[in-house]
């Protein structure tokens, strides 16, 4: 028997999307099976999972919406849980507010289907009546899977742009990870008064709130797709025969994968550890956040290069699952903000008063 | 995360009765050596162990009814934290963590009585005799010889790499005494007193500058026979023992974390008088922070799985590999920041034309940079340690 990185957030709910996620992921290569896991997940309401019960949500804590992201990323299964499932609801409980509320319920209803902008160099023009006009390119939207919302953030204004407002795309692109993104054109898009959500205090607020989450959150597909990457290469290494021996009884191979299984726990440990902390102390601080991730995105990069090193010229393959986990990785590091944004982030927040708190 | 834990035990006033502990009764003067990173040697220890001795806090990972704290491992962990954060010197490790747990388990009860006190209260020295001229990595090659004569053996041969042996009163050594059989069979452990007629201790020059190394010389030394600790031939098991026993020592990890807050503070220090902050130890120091965190994660992990009894030895070694790598990085960031001025002025030349050891801070963090190189080498190199963790996920 091979071996089996253990999982970080073990339970019922971690073994139930792990049985969907290798369930769809086999169809993943075509964007209709995308759409329809996506589906499903919503029908399962790992949308409404962070929301809390009076508003209609499950009242899940990080680590129900931690198992669920584990799951799905050790099956290489590409959807958006990051944004729709963690920094959505983050962004609009932290938001606060009728309109918000408001949207959270539809949310849990699955009455909407909110996708979220990364930060847009957008140009915002105030209205009378506060509304607002946009001008400019809004960049990277994942518009390949439905949505009926999109969040985004402008000059310290929360927004909720219609997707019937929203132009067709100006350009579309395929990721290293196959996802698809596009980008819009924004020319003169006027919203009224209702699609401002928040602005000033709060609108800063509900964007450091989702931005914390979603940190993490990628910090944790990232170990959970590193955790699965080992085990491919194990496999791999085991069961491939060269020079007339399995390669894993090579020891310069063996000990390349001991440095990627040493990785492995540390980070998983640590992300487990965490999210454990964030739920006993209520909240989530943005350092321990950004510094998660400036770690995992430095784990990412070697777990990638080292899997596709190791599984020799079927590493190069497109659709090697260990391949495909390792492009995924390659994506996943410059999600929720690379090295450079986590440094400058960690730089203006206060250091920690000791490293044992 | 630790689960099994009893739940009559108050941490938090546990850990402030250590703290006001550490505070009150480790001498200044011993605080300001550990802070600054200094060499501590055999005074160093023993001022420390006898203090905790006094205290009932001798042994805090042996049993009570030896002597012992009783503590469980959240205990354990909350003291070294506590020890290291407040700058007291770690415990000698020889007697307390090595042969101490070994003798618990394989001495006589009369053993037990006439070696333990020693240990609890630093009075006796320990040193471990294990690596050879040809065996290293490859322990079970030793050949220094131990032959049976009426109620005494008589050892020959060598010892190398032997930390602390000119400093210490006793070896507990690894001795051949058989070839029969797997070479691992024929290995007897010896408790030897290092005054004895025939033993010279020599010195090895060490890159750091330091002295803690030495040859150990083995002529015809008559060793009583109730000096062998277990049976003759289950040496092998004694230092197996040993091994597993100690693979989830909190020190380790604890003092990494006090050690990368001195790192930073020497960095800050460096680029204070620089034109521009330099990003790159910047980031490097907060790689190094968040891998100390999880170095941290994973003592506790494997700590509740041992409470389970479900430690994987692959967790526990890459524990031992993530820390002794992760303190040759942190050390790393520091020599870089003080080696353009420190590189080429190691050590002060006296009058005589020999080379010093100075204590200044600065100093002593460039004998650790040198030092350190022997954390991913000596208790089982990275490359042995490797070799363990493959043979759990390979299967073989």
Known sequence: MHFSADTMFPGDLYDAASRFASAAAAKLDRAAERQDGWRQAVAMGWPALLVDEARGGAGGTLADLGAVVEACARQGLALPLVRRCALAPAMLMAAGGEAADGLLRALCAGEVDIEVAGAAPLALTPRPGGGVRLDGRLEQVDAALPFTHLLVTVAEHLLLLPRAALPAPAARYAGIDGGEGADLLLAGLELPAAAVLQTGAKARAAAVAGADLATLVTAIEIAATLGATLEHCIEHLSTRIQFGAALSSFQVLRHRVVDSYVQYESASVLLARLVLDTASHGRLASRDAALCKLYLNDLARRGAESAIQLHGAMGMTAELPAARLARRLLCAEFEQGDRRQQLARLQALAPADELTA | ?396
């Open chain 2, 1 to 396: 995360m630790i689960n099994a834990t009893p739940v009559d035990i108050d941490y938090d006033a546990f850990r402030s009765e250590v703290d006001e502990f550490a505070r009150e009764r480790c001498p200044p003067a011993l605080r300001e050596r550990v802070r600054s990173n200094a060499k501590l040697g055999r005074e160093d220890y023993a001022a420390w162990q006898r203090i905790l001795n006094a205290r009932g806090w001798a042994a805090p990972g042996w049993p009570k009814a030896f002597g012992g704290t009783g503590w469980d491992m959240r205990q354990r962990y909350l003291f070294e934290s506590v020890m290291a954060a407040r700058d007291c010197p770690p415990q000698y490790h020889h007697g307390l963590g090595h042969i101490g747990p070994v003798m618990l388990h394989f001495g006589t009860p009369e053993q037990q009585r006439r070696f333990l006190p020693g240990i609890l209260d630093g009075s006796d020295w320990w040193c471990q005799g294990y690596s050879e001229p040809g065996a290293g990595s490859d322990l079970a090659s030793l050949k220094t010889r131990a032959v049976r004569d009426g109620d005494h053996y008589v050892v020959s041969g060598q010892k190398i790499w032997t930390s602390h042996a000119h400093e210490a009163d006793w070896m507990y050594t690894l001795v051949r005494t058989s070839q029969e059989g797997r070479k691992q069979e024929g290995i007897t452990l010896l408790l030897i007193p290092l005054a004895l007629p025939g033993i010279r201790v020599l010195p090895i020059r060490t890159i750091d500058g330091w002295h803690h190394l030495n040859e150990v010389f083995l002529d015809e030394v008559r060793v009583p026979a109730d000096n062998r600790l277990g049976e003759e031939g289950q040496g092998w098991r004694c230092a197996k023992f040993l091994l597993d026993r100690e693979r989830l020592a909190p020190a380790i990890v604890v003092r990494l974390e006090r050690l990368l807050q001195r790192v930073a503070a020497q960095v800050a220090a460096v680029d204070a008088g620089q034109p521009a902050p330099d990003a790159a130890q910047a980031e490097r120091l907060l790689l190094a922070e968040a891998e100390v965190r999880a170095a941290r994660e994973l003592l506790l992990s494997a700590i509740d799985d041992e409470l389970r009894g479900v430690l994987r030895a692959a967790k526990s070694s890459a524990l031992k590999l993530h820390c002794s790598e992760l303190a040759q990085r942190i050390i790393g960031i520091a020599f870089d920041a003080l080696g353009p001025r420190r590189a080429a002025r190691f050590m002060p030349i006296d009058l005589e034309g020999r080379p010093r050891v100075a204590e200044d801070e600065e100093s002593n963090m460039i004998h650790n940079y040198l030092f350190y190189r022997s954390r991913t080498i000596a208790g089982g190199t990275s490359e042995v340690q490797k070799n363990v963790i493959a043979r759990e996920l390979f299967g073989a």
